[in-house]
């Protein structure tokens, strides 16, 4: 069955069908209801205000919180054919005013602005002299507080609904829990408003998590698997986005590093290169990456822990918007755990919000540590149930071992008592192996009972030991001690001998990766393409191709095609415009200004 809506989809976007809940949210806004629309990144959300903006009369007026990404947005609708323009401070008096006049002419079917732009007086005319199809609140969440991304002026977009009662209104966001949505409801007097919240699960995103031994070389080894693909290494500290962006720069790969220390110009310009280059790494905080849309990044990697089970969702949710295979790759260590930690408490926040801090980390150690398929733990964080084992996490690919723990941290707790409760982990393995150390004859600690009574176990082992004993909280770190161990109420069972353990046993370390192994982990690896020889030649012509075309216009590549678009095309290698038509992401307005340059493409490679 066809509709206006589907139609327009497949005319304009080139695509064949609706995707889980866009279909009911578009005939519901295009009717004229409000909707509230929680959708997992990566889900299709722009498509929900975009086609009803197609399909009303009069001008969408969509509120962004992110000057810099509106362009591209705009631009990629430009390419599709759609009238599209965006108004914020980056435009000079003239540009502005021509916005304003294709406004006021109903020469717009989408406006992209600013919350504060929105806001002014002036603006506010304007929209009193426009036909206008819909309000569409883009990244909702700002409206929180609570949340990192809070922008004062999103709480003043309820005069929308006030001055404009008639016009529907959709407000979007991908933040899944429930305090966050009341709030938008609340904030944006969404009360009436239908709301569709989508799965949160993103199938296409393969979940790993590993503990750190030698991080540098876990993250080298890892990123060899994708070479040549674009993603982003996620640091805690600027010193460290610095450090690890120049040993990837060192070994050959095309990486930037982003963070608040650099200066505007420089961070604007990283972040365009990234979203208009091939192959692009970003080394950043977290302070990169809210609004970046672009579909083809291949992994998300964190080298050190995300503050929460949310922010990890978030920041790994970058990763395969264009629903490709991807990867969400985490390496973590007790030092990360106590480092935030101290963060926590040293920080600013109330004794309430701290105490609410350190629950959030908790669970997202519980998620490392787990046993359990990722994709259930971490959906289930979020009130979601997933059916079954996902098969595509780690935990699920290969399942960890266990090994019975008791002896070994009963010797490991005692060896904490012993010793005063005031030394961290490498203090405390040197005295359980034994190790004739400097520290170990200052206090002493060659005497104790414990001294050498675990001599049996490397290092490493102990390592995991200690980090999962104060995940399970039988030990805490001292934060006022820099980190030293000390026991807790849980611990007094299993010293009794009233409690068995059992930990998760440690992967076995990978021998150190020769370049024969490195190969086959490329072509294992879940992003690889596996096309037909004759075909891959004409994805890499293709590509090239959309490589200069996108350079010629200075907008990212993935605005003329994306890459599931250009391997279609590779494979099927159409040979007019009628067959490169029905090849799904070529609508009419890509057909018009790309067909014959692709056909040229296909042709001259052949
Ligand atoms: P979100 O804003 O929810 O993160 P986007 O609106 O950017 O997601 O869409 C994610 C990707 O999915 C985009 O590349 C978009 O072109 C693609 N997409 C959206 N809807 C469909 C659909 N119905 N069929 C095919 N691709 C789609
Ligand atoms: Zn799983």
Request: aromatic share 6%; net charge neutral; hydrophobic share 40%.
């Amino acid at each position: 069955m066809t509709s206006p809506a589907l139609d327009q989809l497949r005319r304009t976007f080139g695509y064949a069908e609706f995707r889980g809940e866009q279909a009911a949210i578009v005939e519901h806004v295009s009717a004229g209801g409000d909707a509230l629309v929680l959708m997992p990144t990566g889900g299709g959300k722009s498509l929900c205000y975009q086609l009803p903006a197609l399909l009303r009369p009069g001008t969408a007026i969509v509120v962004s919180p992110l000057i810099a990404l509106m362009q591209d947005q705009v631009e990629a609708l430009r390419q599709l054919g759609v009238r599209a323009a965006f108004l914020n401070s980056s435009l000079d008096a003239a540009g502005a005013a021509q916005v304003e006049a294709d406004l006021a002419a109903g020469a717009l079917d989408l406006l992209y602005v600013a919350p504060e732009r929105l806001l002014t007086p002036r603006f506010l005319d304007l929209l009193e002299r426009s036909r206008l199809a819909l309000f569409a609140i883009d990244e909702a969440h700002c409206v929180s507080q609570w949340g990192h991304d809070f922008r004062p002026e999103y709480r003043q977009l309820t005069l929308l609904h006030e001055r404009w009662p008639g016009v529907p209104r959709i407000a979007l966001t991908a933040t899944a829990d429930a305090p966050t949505r009341r709030e938008i409801v609340e904030r944006l007097a969404l009360e009436g408003a239908r709301q569709f919240i989508s799965s949160f699960d993103r199938p296409n995103i393969r979940y790993t998590v590993m503990p750190k031994d030698n991080s540098r070389r876990q993250l080298l080894d890892f990123l060899d698997g994708h070479r040549g693909e674009a993603g982003i290494v996620y640091c805690l500290s600027r010193r460290k986005v610095d450090a690890t962006a120049a040993l990837l720069a060192e070994r050959g790969l095309l990486a930037l590093p982003y963070h608040a220390g650099l200066g505007a110009s420089v961070r604007a310009e990283h972040q365009r290169r990234f979203l208009h280059e091939d192959g692009v790494v970003m080394v950043a905080t977290i302070a990169f990456g809210m609004g970046i849309d672009k579909p083809d990044v291949r992994f998300v990697a964190h080298l050190d822990l995300p503050k929460s089970l949310e922010g990890y969702y978030q920041e790994t949710g970058r990763a395969g918007r264009d629903g490709e295979p991807a990867d969400a790759w985490l390496a973590y260590g007790l030092g990360d755990a106590v480092q935030l930690r101290r963060m926590i408490a040293e920080g600013e926040a109330g004794e309430e919000r701290k105490r609410l801090e350190h629950a959030k980390l908790d669970a997202l150690i519980g998620y490392c540590e787990s046993t359990a398929c990722r994709r259930q733990t971490l959906l289930g964080y979020f009130g979601e149930a997933h059916p079954g084992a996902c098969g595509a996490c780690d935990n699920c690919l290969h399942p960890p071992q266990t090994w019975d723990a008791t002896e070994a941290a009963r010797k490991a707790l005692s060896c904490v008592y012993r010793s005063g409760q005031r030394f961290g982990a490498a203090h405390l393995i040197d005295v359980l192996r034994g190790a004739d150390t400097a520290k170990a004859r200052q206090f002493g600690h060659h005497a104790l009972s414990t001294f050498g009574i675990g001599a049996e176990f490397d290092a490493t082992r102990w390592r995991s030991l200690f980090r999962q004993l104060v995940a399970a909280g039988l030990l805490e770190a001292d934060l006022d001690r820099y980190g030293a161990l000390r026991l807790t109420a849980a611990a007094t069972p299993l010293l009794r001998g009233e409690q068995t353990l059992h930990l998760r046993a440690e992967p076995p370390k990978p021998a150190r990766r020769r370049k024969r192994d490195a190969d086959k982990a490329r072509t294992t690896s879940t992003t690889t393409t596996n096309l037909p020889a004759d075909a891959e030649a004409r994805f890499t012509a293709l590509r090239q191709w959309r490589s200069e075309t996108a350079k010629a216009q200075n907008v990212p590549a993935y605005v003329i095609f994306h890459d599931a678009t250009l391997r279609s095309i590779a494979l099927e290698c159409p040979s007019d415009l009628d067959a490169l038509a029905r090849i799904a992401g070529i609508g009419a307005g890509k057909l018009e200004r790309y067909g014959e340059a692709v056909l040229a493409v296909l042709r001259d490679g052949s």
